[in-house]
Structure formats: structure tokens, C-alpha cells
């Protein structure tokens, strides 16, 4: 499990299509043979997350140790293009 | 044996009283409070309701974030209300460095939590890249922040400008108008008043940008920064007070170092 990088998805009891923005995750994740941390995170439960986070809209998920931010579900393409710029980053940590 | 509920005729009895209750808390004069700010709570004959949300619209210059920050900075220095400015497009810093033009100190009524500033600009969060994918959202981060923030900090007046940018990037027009419905019924289950921003475009005849936002305020107020020969002048005008009489017609409007004036 990659300690420099996650994955935190912002979530409400109102999201839709939820299940599908964790699909696309996983299996951009999978596909990539990516181990990072998903967590979860339900801003209508915790709503200091969202103020903490500066978190608009849900679904939102954020790539931490990238500084990237998806507003929305993203396709799985859009998602795999940027995680590959993790697995860049972790190779590049491994070889260094 | 069965136990038989209200007779059909006793729930419609009940039914019709608890519709023309309802009817009557809707047309009942809700309590008012003032603004502060010199001249208008006398165009909409005595101050804003408490609980409602208004709209205020106009082009870019015309003083819209001015009214509203000194519709917090009276708030609190006046009337002892605590006030919530959520910041969606400007940075903060530009924003107060704007209130140094005035003699008003925000800074004091920052450290006494009489007014709270929210960054929720896009390109504010953490500086971080982004990528929108807005078919499917709602406003839930938006609605869970202002609320705590409302909730922990007793806050009564609330801004949010403005809320025009949330419709540029989502894009979807009837989904943020929703989600700004829903955020204005928690606002007022809080009994804050609320000012939403949206900005309109220079020249366009339209009251509001997307044509939309006014239909979900207590009332709106228009503001005009227009040309005059060689110069540009203000102006305000009260488009909508629901359940209150209001000045009809325009109004000039000046921008003191102590603030909003409406002249003549």
C-alpha cells in the first residue's frame, strides 16, 4: 500500500450514481495495478470534512499527493490518465 | 376487531384546517430587521424578513460585493448579528483589501467571530488542478460547510457570491437551481437572512444572467453601474420584495468611505 498517495471520494446520502463513481475507481485502480487507499468520506455525517476540504459538490474525489481534484465522475479514462501519473511517481520513487 | 383511524370526513376537516394554516403563516408579515445600510431598508419599507433570501444582481463594478459586506459589516457592528461571506469565485485577500477603501474594520470583527469569510473559489482549494465532469452532482459540500459554519457560529447574515459562477461551471442550470433551493430552506430553518449574488452581462437586458435565480428569492434588488456621457453612474432598483410594498423605479447610489448611500 502506497503511503504518499490516496484517494478520498467525497460523498452525501443525496450523490448520484455513487456505486458508479466506485466502480470506475476501483477499476481504474485495478487496471493500473495500483494499491492506494480509497477512503470515504460522507460530508452530510461529517460535515467538517467538507469544510476542512473546501468541498463544493458531490461527488468529488481528490488524489492526494497529486494535488488533483475531480468535481463529478469522471470517465475511466480521465481517471487512469492521471493515476498513471502516480504510478510514474512511485516508479520514479522505487528507482531513486 | 378492527380499529378504525379519523373517519374520512374528520381527515379532511383536519386536512383543510392545516392547508389554511399554512396559507395564513405564508401571507403573515414575517419580522423584519435592517440592513444598516443608509437609505435602503427605506426603499423596501422597513427592512428585509428575517429567514428570507434575496438576490442581488447586476454587471461587474456596479457594487455588488461592496452592498453585501456592508450588509455583515452593519450586521455586526449594528445589530450584534453574526455574519457568513462564502467567497465562489474571488479570493478573500481581494476582497479585503477592497474593505480598506472603507473605515470599517473587518479584521477586529474577524477575531471576535462576528463575521466569518469563506474561501470556496475554485482555483482557492488548495490550489489544486482540476477536472469537472458536472452531469450528474449536488451541492452537499456547499450546504454541509455553510451550515456547520452557521450552526457553531450563530450566524444570522449570510452571502454567497456569487452564485452565478456555480451555474458557469456546473452547467447544468435546473440541478444548481435545485441545490440553491435546498440551501436556501436550510438557511432559513436557521433564521439566517441570505444575499445570493449573480452577475449579469454589460448590455444584456436580461435581470439575471441565466434567467433563472430570481425565481428562487424572497425578493431581488437590482444594481446598474451605467453610462452618462463621459462618466458612469449607480443606480438600485427593487424589482421584487415579496409580501411588502418597495420603491418602485431607480434610485442613485453612492460608494463613500464609510460605506453604501442611497441618494436620490
Known amino acids: 500500500m502506497s503511503g504518499r498517495f490516496k484517494i478520498i471520494i467525497f ?4 450523490t448520484p450514481r455513487y ?8 477499476s481504474s485502480l485495478e487496471k493500473l495495478g495500483l494499491n492506494l487507499d480509497v477512503e470515504e468520506v460522507d460530508v452530510s455525517k461529517n460535515p467538517e470534512a467538507a469544510v476542512r476540504s473546501g468541498v463544493v459538490s458531490t461527488p468529488t474525489i481528490d488524489i492526494v499527493g497529486l494535488n488533483w481534484r475531480f468535481i463529478g465522475l469522471p470517465t475511466e479514462d480521465e481517471l487512469m490518465a492521471i ?11 522505487e528507482e531513486g | 376487531m378492527v380499529k378504525r383511524g379519523k373517519s374520512s370526513s374528520g381527515f379532511m376537516a383536519e386536512l383543510k384546517e392545516r392547508i389554511i394554516a399554512e396559507a395564513r403563516a405564508l401571507e403573515a408579515p414575517g419580522e423584519r430587521m435592517l440592513t444598516g445600510i ?4 427605506e426603499l423596501v419599507r422597513g427592512g428585509l424578513f428575517r429567514g428570507a433570501t434575496y438576490l442581488l444582481s447586476g454587471v461587474s463594478g456596479a457594487g455588488k460585493s461592496i452592498f453585501c459586506l456592508e450588509f455583515l459589516y452593519r450586521g455586526a457592528t449594528e445589530y450584534g448579528e453574526p455574519g457568513l461571506y462564502v467567497s465562489l469565485e474571488e479570493h478573500l485577500d481581494s476582497i479585503l483589501r477592497n474593505a480598506r477603501n ?15 469569510l469563506l474561501d470556496l473559489s475554485v482555483v482557492a482549494v488548495g490550489e489544486k488542478a482540476m477536472s469537472l465532469n458536472t452531469d450528474a452532482f449536488t451541492l ?3 450546504y454541509a460547510t455553510i451550515e456547520t459554519v452557521v450552526r457553531e457560529g450563530g450566524i444570522k447574515r449570510v452571502v454567497l457570491d456569487p452564485v452565478s459562477v456555480l451555474f458557469l461551471q456546473y452547467g447544468n442550470v435546473g440541478v444548481v437551481r435545485r441545490e440553491l433551493n435546498v440551501i436556501s430552506g436550510m438557511l432559513k430553518r436557521h433564521g439566517c437572512t441570505s444575499i445570493f449574488v449573480t452577475e449579469t452581462e454589460y448590455g444584456k437586458p436580461s435581470i439575471t444572467r441565466f434567467g ?4 428562487m428569492a424572497d425578493g431581488v434588488f437590482l444594481l446598474y453601474w451605467e453610462p452618462e456621457g463621459d462618466k458612469r453612474s449607480r443606480y438600485i432598483e427593487i424589482y421584487k420584495m415579496r ?22
Do not use: C
Request: charged fraction near 35%.
Open chain 1, 11 to 14: 460523498k452525501s446520502d443525496r
Open chain 1, 19 to 26: 456505486s458508479q463513481v466506485i466502480k470506475t475507481v476501483r
Open chain 1, 83 to 93: 493515476l498513471e501519473s502516480v504510478k510514474e511517481e512511485e516508479r520514479r520513487g
Open chain 2, 38 to 41: 443608509r437609505g435602503f431598508d
Open chain 2, 102 to 116: 472603507f473605515r470599517w474594520n473587518l479584521k477586529s470583527l474577524i477575531d471576535q467571530q462576528m463575521l466569518i
Open chain 2, 140 to 142: 452537499d459540500g456547499l
Open chain 2, 212 to 215: 433563472v435565480e430570481e425565481f
Open chain 2, 243 to 264: 409580501g411588502s410594498p418597495h420603491y418602485e423605479g431607480k434610485k442613485r447610489l453612492a460608494i463613500t468611505d464609510n460605506g453604501i448611500v442611497i441618494l436620490y
